[in-house]
């Protein structure tokens, strides 16, 4: 079964300025990825990092939403190991990607997940022969194309 890791904001998506046809697109396709999660059908991976991220969201709606799916989903978890984090984290970093997203990165490998789905247009230039880093909307088309075989 296909094992999936979202970013930050992958996960707060759905709560952005849905007037935008993008973010509308992106929110839709993140809430069927959640639904692909929930009825099993794909598997979920989060971390600490992230963790850490949805609990400094100021919106305590958004907040206790995201937490409420993961703690549903029964999420693999991903704590911080700091040599394997630290070491791919890095490379990802050594090539411009930023602090949190870098570590986002690792933590998905290190949870052996198949895809990373972001929206994060600078993470998603990031590549990597470790993890396929991907929009919720490809990631979606990608699905569809696995399912129809």
Same mark, same amino acid.
């Given at each position: 079964?296909?094992? $999936?890791?979202? #970013?930050?904001?992958?996960? +707060?998506?759905?709560? #952005?300025d849905? =007037?935008?046809?993008? %973010?509308?697109?992106?929110?839709n396709?993140? &809430?069927?990825?959640?639904?692909? $999660?929930?009825?099993? %059908? @794909? +598997?979920?991976?989060?971390?600490? *990092? ?5 609990? #400094? ?8 939403? /995201?937490?409420?799916?993961?703690a ?5 978890? %991903? ?6 984090v +630290?070491?791919?984290a890095?490379?990802? &970093?050594? =090539? ?13 490998? /290190? ?6 789905? =972001?929206?994060?247009?600078?993470l ?6 470790? @993890?396929? *880093?991907?929009?919720? $909307? ?12």
């Amino acid at each position: 079964m296909l094992k $999936i890791y979202l #970013d930050n904001c992958c996960y +707060n998506r759905p709560f #952005d300025d849905l =007037t935008q046809l993008k %973010v509308n697109i992106e929110a839709n396709a993140k &809430i069927y990825v959640q639904s692909l $999660i929930k009825d099993k %059908v @794909i +598997n979920l991976c989060y971390s600490y *990092i992230s963790l850490a991220e949805i609990l #400094d969201c100021n919106i305590e709606y958004n907040r206790e939403s /995201i937490l409420d799916f993961i703690a549903e989903v029964d999420a693999k978890y %991903v704590g911080y190991d700091k040599s394997n984090v +630290n070491s791919l984290a890095n490379e990802a &970093i050594s =090539t411009g990607v930023k602090d949190k997203d870098a570590n986002h990165v690792a933590c998905a490998i /290190i949870g052996k997940c198949d895809y990373l789905l =972001t929206t994060d247009s600078r993470l998603l230039n990031y590549k990597t022969d470790k @993890i396929k *880093i991907v929009n919720p $909307i490809e990631f979606v088309e990608i699905w569809e194309e696995m399912s129809d075989v």
